[in-house]
Nanobody, 123 residues
Framework: QVQLVESGGGLVQAGGSLRLSCAAS????????VAWFRQAPGKNREFVSR?????????YADSVKGRFTISRDNAGKNTVYLQMNSLKPEDTAVYYC???????????????WGQGTQVTVSS
């Protein structure tokens, strides 16, 4: 089993920045992909970004491309970051990290999830 713990959420004004962290523990050798998803009130959970655990290749949803950057700590901390710049009120959501072994934007492809961290962007 892989355990994931997110942190770094908070309240920020539009145009501001936040950096989310996702710390992985447990059977991390089995991780192939780590992704960030988000879920706003009354909406479905949607894909935000994904990184290849061993290799660093990344992908992004169109809505965050150019504003968000996903990265992995290379100092052995088993942590993935999501740097969020130029935040907009529509970025307000609970952000979840997830791990899996399939290259997919679908939540069903990920079998380990964190508890989520709230991001609120005020206008």
């Amino acid at each position: 089993q892989v355990q994931l713990v997110e942190s770094g959420g908070g309240l920020v004004q539009a145009g501001g920045s936040l950096r989310l962290s996702c710390a992985a523990s447990g059977r991390t050798l089995g991780i192939v992909f780590v992704a960030w998803f988000r879920q706003a009130p009354g909406k479905n959970r949607e894909f935000v970004s994904r990184i290849v655990w061993y290799g660093g290749s990344t992908s992004y949803a169109d809505s965050v491309k150019g504003r968000f950057t996903i990265s992995r700590d290379n100092a052995g901390k088993n942590t993935v970051y999501l740097q969020m710049n130029s935040l907009k009120p529509e970025d307000t959501a609970v952000y979840y990290c997830a791990s899996g072994r399939v290259n997919s934007n679908l939540r069903e492809a990920y079998n380990s999830w964190g508890q989520g961290t709230q991001v609120t962007v005020s206008s």
